[in-house]
């Protein structure tokens, strides 16, 4: 699936994390564009242009081959195929996070055997 070429694995960890990329810089604007509402308040999180957050859902819907939104006039209404892509990424990602953070726990506690006494 391409939505798992988003996720790699970190040489020092050897864990799954986001990978810096088009890819995933597309999904953190569609994620941004979700939570925020518009286009313009995105630009504004994320620090690029109205424009840009256009050209980043554009790629990402041309890659997925179907639009995540429905536009209705000016606006942009998250339709079903977004809902599910949103909910999914959130908890690959959530995953991937929680997996990270209980790996640096492991990493902080001290190995050994227990034996009987």
Known sequence: MALLRWLRRDPSSGLLTKRR???????????????EGTMSKAGDRLFISQPAVSAHIKALEDALGMPLFDRIGRRSVVNYAGRLLYRNTERLFSA????????????????????PG
Not at 21 to 35: I, K, M, N
Not at 105 to 114: E, H, I
């Open 21 to 35: 990329d088009e890819g995933s810089s597309r999904v953190a604007v569609f994620h941004t564009l979700v939570d």
């Open 96 to 115: 991937a996070d929680d997996l990270a953070e209980a790996m640096e726990d492991l990493r902080g506690t001290s190995s050994g055997t227990l034996g």
